[in-house]
């Protein structure tokens, strides 16, 4: 025989465990007649595989070209090893050594083949609300600890069965080491309940549920990360109900669809964002209202975008299962109040959601991570997040550069965490808003899973230079439990780190940051916003800033932007007409008040936000004078914006300062000559598009520089980013927006960690 035979052991690097690899490893391997083992490690898959040459060249092809869908494999090292004969192929036991780590698979929504089973009346799972295979299911959300192995999970306290059993077991099999398979046998069960009543289970349970939605009651539902409140999205009193015991009056809520179908008759879907609707993660993704529908007005009062998702566990496809008299869309919001994080634990929730929910539609497979869904939308071509979460945390972001162990503690409101190790950078699932207890309680024991999961000891703290907010003090308080160095970075220079390592931009050289948002705390101690920054990760130069005006009375402004606007109007040294529509809105003692706060400076914080000039621009013209939730005053100022209109304002430069209080009276003076809105707030947008550009050709005749990052919640204006990028690539710039992290505050901790390892390599 003259075939060549040799052996060769491979190793397999990033999301390779609780993906269905290891099957695949086997049925190549047999396939191909080769011999030797695949086993997990805690640093991903190792592979001995022995056979002829040939062979053992399509395995490793194959290994590269087609793994399995939902891996992703972040290096594959193939070593010649001494030929060595073994009697098969198989699998073996994991094998874990300290300080390895291997990153973790998200949760992923039911994959087709389990669908098809569950609706399958010969099916053994047939309408099993818990059915999943190596290809679907929960994950991240049910880890302690890796390994991923099933005593590792919260599905410890199942025993499998026979029948599932034989399935784990067997190599050839979907459901081969998928950890949390089960069936109705020996798996989790629906359970619905009113409280006081008896409670019903499995198929009843679903019916039950059903049955309360039609009644137009508001349900709690069990879901992967957390408990959604749901109603029908069509019933008024329901609508109004939640809102009053949600404390939320004019956020808008998510919604789940029964299909696509129905989801396209109320928004416009285009490919990509069908595609993204369809993906594994399953996101709430933000659709344009189309022309003349307004049945679901009150889910989402003055937006021109509509939150939708589809079902993505089988429980919420039994629930949202087709009938005549069943609502085709649900309401779909996080169970908690307000700003609190969502409940996750069963007694917390029935107690926390007992003034919320009516009934209960619950299980028994434990959360052990609490995380929200997540929510994008699509601009051009590429996915833009809003809100990183489920189906996205916690795959790490993956950087061409090798870094040290960071803790970073993100900002205050949309807060993530950062943990780094090797290429790694994990961002964590957003957190919320530290601004409570209780959301405080889920940030720290948040830190210590990914520390724990993940293996990190930091060698450093970085935190906002922000000295009151939460994640500032925890940072502090943990570099001196640890003795670690604290790092304080200032807010914008983040934000521009976190665009550039989102865009695996690693290069020294500097850049020009267009750092826009509504609150950064300044090396001067002012609240910066409307930032032209130039540099990268090692150090910035505030280049352009927005003039600065007045916050009168703090941070509690930002709820009114017609106080924003009274100030910027008093700012640019304009009277406070009665006709003008912020003034209209209060008591002439009110007002008498505010000018003397302004007059004398009393707690009143110098600001250069471009928030809150949205705030000003919005209130001036009469369309949102008090908020409810943040960015409501842009949202809405945005929805007017008159798509034809392409006029603009000229916005002067005043060596550093940008002249934007001009722009404030300019718009008065067309506002009262009776402009129509929509054209203003398309003018609006234009001048501060026509500004960026104007800002970028300074620098660039100064350093030539070319390439521009956009981020900051501002930048989550799709019309300003849009008109923005068009301008900067006409004429000549190279533009790096957001894709696989938020523009928003969500994405600070990255940005921390970038500088903070820039720092240490010093
Ligand atoms: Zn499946
Ligand atoms: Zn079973
Ligand atoms: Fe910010």
């Known amino acids: 025989m003259s075939d060549i035979f040799s052996s060769l052991r491979i190793h397999v690097d990033g999301i390779v465990q609780g993906v269905g690899f290891r099957p ?51 290096s594959i090292q193939v070593k010649p090893e001494p030929f060595k004969i073994f009697p098969q192929f198989s699998i073996l036991e994991s094998h874990t050594s300290p300080g390895d780590f291997v990153p973790i698979s998200p949760d992923i929504c039911i994959c087709p083949e389990c669908r098809e089973e569950m609706f399958d009346p010969l099916n053994r799972r047939y309408r099993y609300p818990f059915i ?18 099933r005593p590792l999970t919260t599905m410890d306290g199942f025993k499998m069965c026979d029948a599932c059993a034989a399935e784990y077991n067997n190599p050839t099999d979907r459901r081969y080491h998928a950890q949390p398979i089960a069936c109705p046998e020996c798996g989790p069960q629906a359970e619905f309940f009113e409280p006081g009543e008896s409670s019903a289970f499995a198929e009843d349970a679903i019916q039950a549920a059903r049955s309360a939605i039609v009644a137009g009651k508001i349900l709690a539902v069990k879901g992967l990360g957390g408990y959604h409140l749901a109603c029908d999205a069509f019933n008024a009193a329901s609508l109004e109900f939640l809102r009053e015991r949600k404390q939320r009056s ?68 039994l629930l949202l299962e087709s009938a005549s008299d069943f609502p085709c869309v649900l309401v779909m919001t996080s169970g908690n109040i307000s700003e609190e994080p969502i409940a996750y634990k069963d007694q917390d929730a029935k107690l926390r959601l007992s003034t919320l929910a009516d009934c209960y539609l619950t299980h028994n497979r434990p959360i052990h991570m609490r995380v929200d869904d997540s929510v994008v939308r699509v601009i051009g071509k590429n996915l833009y997040p809003i809100r990183r979460a489920r189906g996205y945390a916690p795959d790490p972001i993956r950087l061409n550069l090798s870094l040290r162990q960071v803790l970073a503690c993100g900002a205050e409101l949309k807060n993530t965490f950062a943990l780094s190790k090797k290429q790694y950078a994990f961002l964590s699932h957003h957190i919320g808003d530290l601004e409570n207890m209780e959301t405080l309680a889920s940030y720290e024991e948040g830190i210590q899973h990914y520390r724990n999961l993940f293996r990190v000891s930091p060698e450093v703290v970085a935190v906002d230079m922000h000295p009151d907010y939460l994640s500032t003090r925890y940072g502090e308080h943990i570099s001196q439990l640890d003795n670690l160095p604290l790092v304080r970075i200032q807010h914008h220079h983040a934000h521009l780190a976190a665009c550039l390592a989102d865009n695996n931009n690693v290069s020294p050289d500097p850049v020009i940051g267009l750092m826009f948002d509504g609150t950064g705390y300044g090396t001067d101690g002012h609240i910066w916003g409307g930032e032209v920054l130039v540099g990268g990760y090692t150090g910035f130069k505030r280049r352009f800033h927005l003039q600065e005006t007045l916050l009168p009375g703090g941070d509690s402004a930002i709820r009114s932007p017609s106080k924003i606007a009274l100030s910027q109007i008093y700012c640019a040294g304009l009277p406070w007409e009665a006709d003008l529509m912020p003034v209209s809105t209060y008591q002439p003692e009110y007002l008498n008040l505010l000018r003397k706060q302004l007059e004398l400076m009393i707690n009143c914080v110098p600001t250069s936000s471009m928030g809150r000039l949205f705030d000003a621009v919005a209130s001036i013209l009469g369309i949102c004078h008090s908020i409810s939730y943040e960015g409501q005053a842009a949202i809405e100022l945005e929805s007017h914006v008159d798509r034809l209109d392409s006029q603009s304002y000229t916005i002067k430069i005043n060596g550093d300062e940008i002249m934007s209080l001009d722009l404030i009276s300019q718009i008065l003076t067309d506002f009262r000559a009776g402009v129509s809105v929509p054209a203003l707030a398309a003018r609006f947008h234009n001048s501060i598009a026509r500004l960026c550009l104007a800002c970028c050709e300074t620098i660039r005749s100064e350093s030539s520089i070319n390439l521009v990052a956009l981020s900051g919640g501002v930048w989550q204006n799709t019309t300003l980013l849009v008109k923005t990028s068009a301008l900067l690539q006409s004429a000549g710039f190279t533009v790096l927006s957001h894709q696989r992290v938020p523009a928003n505050d969500g994405g600070i901790a990255l940005g921390q960690i970038l500088i903070a390892d820039a720092i240490l390599k010093q």
């Open 250 to 317: 004019y956020k808008p809520f998510a919604l789940m669809a029964k299909d696509l179908e129905t989801i396209r008759k109320f928004v416009e879907v285009n490919p990509v964002e069908e595609k993204c609707l369809l993906s594994p993660q399953h996101p709430i993704v933000l659709l344009k209202i189309k022309k003349g529908v307004n049945n679901l007005d009150l889910t989402a009062p003055g937006q021109i975008y509509l939150g939708f998702m589809l079902p993505y566990t089988p429980l919420h496809l």
């Open 132 to 149: 999943n295979c190596t290809n679907c299911g929960p994950r991240f959300t049910i880890i302690r600890d890796i390994p991923y192995d």
């Open 24 to 74: 695949f490893v086997y049925n190549l391997a047999v396939s191909l007649n080769l011999t030797g083992f695949v086993r997990n490690t805690s640093s991903g898959v190792d592979i001995l595989i022995s056979g002829e040459q040939n062979n053992l060249n399509k395995f490793v092809e194959e290994l590269r070209n087609n793994p399995p869908a939902l891996s992703k494999i972040d």
